[in-house]
């Protein structure tokens, strides 16, 4: 043979993949429609042709261009299909060069015919595997996206169970115009949700008005929620608008609505039901459209108990609660807390400091009270102390450098901190379950071999039980 090509068919098309005596530019050219010149012929019909002398041919098309003088040359095309079982694939042919007339090319087409149920078994091969590795990286991206988590907040982190709970509601809740009341200890990220629910609500647009009623005296509260008319009380000045009225349309944000006063609640009540309200001193009624969003570390449920907070108020503001686990009961979130912490302190000092694993051990350890609050402190402080890449331990404060002594001291025992271990752990069991206890399936999801899997198994006592 002095030009051979092998093309392959893909939907109406069949395209030259590999070639020998072509140039680049004539590699190219070589795409056929089903049914176009010899090359388009076999692959639609599938059976061999022969063309004993090219120049004679008339459908013969020489579409690379190839072979430029046609006429000098005594040329046959020996062309097979690349077939498997009854699919065709693609063609295989050559050129032959030949001198004497009347040459029988059966033993050529015999030849070129195994050759090309060679090639039809690894071509087909070739594609199961693409196809599996389609399959694989999909089912891969997925669970990616499950451990990342099905619902996303901008800039707030929550990969555990319990967020991903909290993000759920947050999602289905913004869109009405529902109240929503926080609950969850300081630090836990209650001001946060409150924001994101005002910017994926339709209000986003309109004003967010935050009011804390725990800030100033009871005496000063119903002027700053309802406002005042001008000489409603000495000091009274100017009519002054107040927080309900400057959320006209938006969303106002109570916090640390445990702290309302009695004397208050009825008013809010009012607002939160008839939308009404008259400023300090005022006659005049005033309507307003806002959405209220609550927010509470105590325990209201108590407060109503002891006659400190009205009942009706509680129910009213209770339509959609929504409870932010304390950190120590999501541990497996510390890690992407602390990446994205660092992420920002980083960002914002100029430095481009990593935590190792010895200090995510520690901050795992610890229960922190102050919640995230206090972890993003704590990470703040290790950026800002940092030298170059690293942090040090030092800088971690003693409390939770003791905790996590104290804890080892302990062993084993009741309340285990959540370890990086107990982490992989638990993706490796996790992907386990996804992909039917099938070692290499779930490795392959996990995006490690076989070989470490099976070892990770070994070491961490996995087992189906
Ligand atoms: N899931 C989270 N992802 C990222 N940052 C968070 C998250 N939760 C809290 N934070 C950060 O932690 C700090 C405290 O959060 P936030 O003020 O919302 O807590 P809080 O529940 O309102 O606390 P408090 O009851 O003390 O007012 C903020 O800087 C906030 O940005
Ligand atoms: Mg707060």
Known sequence: MNRGTVSLRSGNEVSVIAAHGLSEDEFKKGTYSLGEGIIGRVAKLGSPIVIPNIGDEPMFLNKTGSRVNIKKEKVAFLCVPVKFKTEILGVLNVDRLYDTKGISFEEDIKLLKIIASLMAQSIKLHMEVEKEREAFNQERENLKHQLKGKYRLENIIGHSDRMQEVFESVHRVAPSRANVLLRGESGTGKELIAKALHYMSP????????????????????????????????????????????????????????????????????????????????????????????????DLEKLVGSGNFREDLYYRLNVVPIYLPPLRDRKEDIPFLAD???????????????????????????????????????????VVMSTGKTVSLRDIPAVIREAALRKQAAGPGDALPLTIADIEKQRIIEALKHAGWNQAKAARMLGITSRQIGYKIKIYGISKK
């Open 340 to 382: 994205f912490f660092m992420g920002k302190y980083n960002k914002e000092n100029r430095k481009s400091a990593e935590i190792s694993a010895d200090e995510l051990n520690l901050l795992m350890q610890y229960t922190w009270p102050g919640n995230v609050r206090e972890l993003e402190n704590t990470i703040e402080r290790l």
């Open 203 to 298: 209000r986003a647009k309109n004003p967010f008005i935050k009011f804390n009623c725990a800030s100033i005296p009871e005496g000063l509260l119903e002027s700053e929620l309802f406002g005042h008319e001008k000489g409603a009380f000495t000091g009274a000045m100017a009519l002054r608008k107040g927080r309900f009225e400057l959320a006209h349309t938006g969303t106002i944000f109570l916090d640390e609505i445990g702290d309302l006063p009695l004397s208050l609640q009825p008013k809010i009540l009012r607002v939160l039901q008839e939308k009404e309200f008259e400023r300090v001193g005022g006659e005049k009624t005033i309507t307003v459209d806002v959405r209220l969003i609550a927010a509470t570390s105590r």
